[in-house]
T-cell receptor
Framework: SQQGEEDPQALSIQEGENATMNCSYKTSINNLQWYRQNSGRGLVHLIL?????REKHSGRLRVTLDTSKKSSSLLITASRAADTASYFC???????????FGTGTRLKVLA | GAGVSQTPSNKVTEKGKYVELRCDPI?????LYWYRQSLGQGPEFLIYFQGTGAADDSGLPNDRFFAVRPEGSVSTLKIQRTERGDSAVYLC?????????FGPGTRLTVT
């Protein structure tokens, strides 16, 4: 499969807790991005981290990247019911514009 | 401004028929992507356009699939002799940089 792997596949937490999801990929990358998808339709871009960056923040989101392990993590702090969605990582290999998406983590935040 | 739009939102067709799926990208975006997403999976790359030309069509599964973007704006994904295995949500995204903007998708069902 050309897809990266994400874990866990599904995560259920209480509102206010933090949610962490992980992504592993296979090739050298130019950048890695995280997207959110509601109800199986269009995806929304959340955050991008470049291969020469190790950590990035955006609001309640924190992304880390470890290129030696070919892995990334997305942390959502103080989760809300509205954060319930599927989250995907996508990588772009060096020298291409081809995005490879992971298998996704389905997050459910209970009110 | 207007986002990426896709028509139709749903398409039901019989096995063996021909279908066309349309994508209207964000005005001014030179990059356009088509993806296919099956239930429980991440988006699978099909083809990438830069302007009018297909810069990378390595994701098209076979020669029944074809896409065009004649004027560098609207794109049409064409599927000939549809098979039940073609049933999926077909997503289009456009970009002017690293971030992709997705449309709501077309759900194709082949009966």
């Amino acid at each position: 499969s050309q897809q990266g792997e994400e874990d866990p596949q599904a995560l259920s937490i209480q509102e206010g807790e933090n949610a962490t999801m992980n992504c592993s990929y296979k090739t050298s990358i130019n950048n890695l991005q995280w997207y959110r998808q509601n109800s199986g339709r269009g995806l929304v871009h959340l955050i991008l981290i470049r291969s020469n960056e190790r950590e990035k923040h955006s609001g309640r989101l924190r992304v880390t990247l470890d290129t030696s392990k070919k892995s990334s993590s997305l942390l959502i702090t103080a989760s809300r019911a509205a954060d319930t969605a599927s989250y995907f990582c996508a990588t772009v290999s060096s020298g291409t514009y081809k995005y490879i998406f992971g298998t996704g983590t389905r997050l459910k935040v209970l009110a | 401004g207007a986002g990426v739009s896709q028509t139709p939102s749903n398409k039901v067709t019989e096995k063996g028929k021909y279908v066309e799926l349309r994508c209207d990208p964000i005005s001014g975006h030179t990059a356009l992507y088509w993806y296919r997403q099956s239930l429980g999976q991440g988006p699978e790359f099909l083809i990438y356009f830069q302007g009018t030309g297909a810069a990378d069509d390595s994701g098209l599964p076979n020669d029944r699939f074809f896409a065009v973007r004649p004027e560098g704006s609207v794109s049409t994904l064409k599927i000939q002799r549809t098979e039940r295995g073609d049933s999926a949500v077909y997503l289009c995204a456009s970009s002017s940089g690293d971030e992709q903007y997705f449309g709501p998708g077309t759900r194709l069902t082949v009966t």
